[in-house]
């Protein structure tokens, strides 16, 4: 089987980059190790307003998978709040599983062919094509390549690009019927909980996510993810997010890049995209927006490269990745400095709260609340 572009992996950033691609008149086929998109995830899967309104593909989700949520409520360790909000500004909490397979659908609408079930394991230049072998004994053979499988991506190894090293752990738990106020994204800051990043809880579609994620230390790995247990946050929660005593409906876990773009994400007819190439931001670690825009980009960079309008995109395109140099500074910091006993004390005062509604808000950061 011949094709213009094969992409690796039917999440954002692969179904992003094939669709438009596919949109843009390329043959393209995307393989997938799992049997559908949207099985086993493991992202909260909130997306924030600059994504709606950056992402035209968005404006066609179905309202049922989505709901706003207009505010933060940011907790200190000894949990005191301040909420935050900014005029206009808002998250979309997501229905994650059933999002992916819309985008899955979505995309073979637009010519992608979907190889669910298949694992990429290898990849051969030969005079200009990829020859990929699929498993079964067929060789899918590809113009370009894409490898938009995610942090631990094999891709990036089989053709010698880089790989992320510095990572954040994340669990979270599911609940039907959970209580929380329902307009914010409750976030906890606790050092001895969530060392480096927060927890937090959101009231979701149809369901209730707590969840919390620390800095891995890379030495330490093993022994860092089995203390990752939910428990003590949520007993130090519980006067603000009722979790019931049903067991979670769902658990999802997995690792997030938390050290910035790579520095070799591309190389002759191949690119990296999405938490594959490290396009997480350091401090939110938030990485769907990125994986949907810069892999639609990508995939319109690679049709014009097919069509002989443009060079090879592994030699421009990757210098419009975000560079994340003030949020690979902030992690830095939080990771050396974070204290529970700074944080109790500057809650309050209008330097962190402007600190805050930048982080969550970016440049939409609006006047502060009184008090
Ligand atoms: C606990 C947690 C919570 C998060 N919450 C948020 C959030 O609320 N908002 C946000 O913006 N970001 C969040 N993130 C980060 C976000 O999930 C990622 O940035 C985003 O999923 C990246 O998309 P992607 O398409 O690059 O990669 P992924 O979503 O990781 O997808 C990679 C795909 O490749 C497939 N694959 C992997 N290897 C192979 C192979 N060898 N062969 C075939 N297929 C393969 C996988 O099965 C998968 O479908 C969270 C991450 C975690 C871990």
């Not at 938009?148 to 019927?177: I, M, Q, T």
């Not at 049709?303 to 421009?316: H, L, N, Q, T, V």
């Not at 944080?343 to 969550?360: E, G, I, K, M, P």
């Amino acid at each position: 089987m011949k094709v213009d572009l094969l992409v690796i992996g039917a999440s954002f950033a692969g179904l992003a980059c094939a669709r438009a691609a596919a949109l843009a008149g390329l043959s393209v086929a995307v393989v997938e190790k799992k049997a559908r998109a949207g099985a086993k995830l493991h992202t909260t899967g909130i997306i924030v307003r600059d994504a709606v309104d950056s992402v035209p593909w968005l404006a066609e989700v179905p309202p049922t998978l989505v709901r706003r949520i207009e505010g933060v409520r940011l907790y200190a360790p000894n949990m005191r709040h301040v909420d935050l909000h900014s005029p206009g500004y808002y998250f979309w909490a997501t229905d994650t599983p059933a999002l992916l397979d819309w985008m899955s659908d979505s995309a073979q609408a637009s010519g992608v062919a979907l190889h669910p079930g298949t694992l990429f394991e290898h990849a051969v230049l030969v005079q200009g094509r990829w020859q990929v072998p699929l498993g079964d004994g067929h060789v899918l053979r590809a113009s370009y390549l894409v490898g938009a499988d995610g942090p631990h991506s094999r891709v990036a190894k089989v053709l010698g690009l880089s790989r992320n090293e510095h990572f954040l752990f994340g669990v979270e738990h599911e609940y039907r019927g959970a209580r929380m106020a329902s307009n914010f994204l409750h976030c906890f800051v606790d050092r001895r909980l969530a060392r480096g990043y927060i927890g937090w809880a959101l009231d979701g579609v149809g369901v209730g996510q707590v969840g919390l994620a620390r800095r891995l230390n890379p030495h330490l790995d093993s022994v860092d993810r089995a203390a990752l247990r939910l428990d003590p946050l949520l007993d130090k929660i519980s006067q603000v997010v009722g979790t019931g005593d049903a067991p979670p409906v769902a658990v999802r876990a997995g690792m997030i890049p938390c050290g910035g773009v790579l520095a070799s994400v591309g190389r002759e007819r191949a690119l990296l995209v999405g938490d594959a190439a490290g396009m997480v931001s350091p401090v939110t670690a938030g990485g769907i927006h990125y994986a949907l825009q810069h892999g639609a980009r990508a995939g319109e960079a690679i049709a014009a490269f097919i069509r002989g309008e443009a060079d090879d995109p592994s030699r421009w395109f990757v210098r419009s990745y975000p560079g994340f140099r003030l949020k690979r500074a902030l992690r830095w910091s939080f990771d050396r400095f974070q204290s529970d006993w700074v944080f109790d004390r500057l809650l309050s005062t209008a330097a962190l709260r402007r600190a805050a509604q930048w982080v969550y808000f970016q440049r939409k950061a609006g006047p502060l609340p009184e008090g």
